[in-house]
């Protein structure tokens, strides 16, 4: 089945040690988002990639960078994990932007970060 | 401050009887709207989206209302069934050109009682 796949599903990382979240997909869409949710918050877009190009959200931390080497991987990059980076990550994929049916996001199932 | 907002934390129905979940938004610029569920260790799944030009779309049991003067939409579930015991996000697009976003609410959590 076409899906999105992420790794691993539950991380812990200390304090302002680096980690990186792995997003992988086989559905072949063009635009991959990460997004941050807090406990009882709504999912915030971090940035999202459109093929290669890079969209950052005006009110992202640069602690958080991402990487996507090809198509069917993204990359998500805490550099220094501060207490507050705690939270669940999601990544989702679309096939393009050009209007509705085709921009309806796909979710993984996400990552839960745990900062000690 | 949040542009979509679902003021219900929680909804309990039973089984066979209306669901109603309600979201409101702040932005004029939002073109699209979009509902996610999401069951527990799994990521939101697409449920049902309507355009800012109409008022009204309806899949199976599901219909989703907008009404832009009060810049309100509206789930409705019907009957509601146990397996739609899930979180329900309410979502909104803004931007264009490559640059969609969407704007998510903070979610409803659905119980629908046997």
Redesign the interface.
Request: avoid cysteine.
């Given at each position: 089945d076409a899906m999105v796949i992420q790794n691993p599903r539950y991380q812990v990382t200390q304090f302002g040690k680096p980690v990186t979240l792995s997003c992988s997909q086989t559905l072949n869409h063009n635009v991959m988002y990460w997004y941050q949710q807090k406990s009882s918050q709504a999912p915030k877009l971090l940035f999202h990639y459109y093929d290669k190009d890079f969209n950052n959200e005006a009110d992202t931390p640069d602690n958080f960078q991402s990487r996507r080497p090809n198509t069917s991987f993204c990359f998500l990059d805490i550099r220094s994990p501060g207490l507050g980076d705690a939270a669940m990550y999601l990544c989702a994929t679309s096939r393009d932007h050009q209007g509705p049916g085709t921009d309806t996001q796909y979710f993984g199932p996400g990552t839960r970060l745990t900062v000690l | 401050d949040?542009q979509?907002k679902q003021n219900s934390?929680s909804l309990s129905v039973q089984e066979g009887r209306i669901s109603i979940l309600n979201c409101d938004y702040t932005n004029s610029m939002f073109d699209?709207f979009?509902w996610?569920k999401k069951y527990p260790?799994?990521?939101?799944?697409?449920l049902i989206?309507i355009?800012s030009i109409k008022d009204k779309n309806e899949d199976g049991r599901f219909t989703v209302f907008l009404n832009k003067s009060a810049k309100h939409l509206s789930l409705h579930i019907v009957p509601s069934q146990p397996g739609d015991s899930a979180v329900y996000?309410c979502a909104a697009?803004s931007g264009g050109?490559?640059?969609?976003?969407?704007?998510?609410?903070?979610?409803t959590l659905l119980t629908v009682n046997p």
């Open positions: - | 949040q979509v934390p699209y979009l996610y260790a799994e990521g939101p799944t697409f989206s355009s996000f697009r050109g490559s640059n969609y976003k969407l704007t998510f609410g903070k979610g």
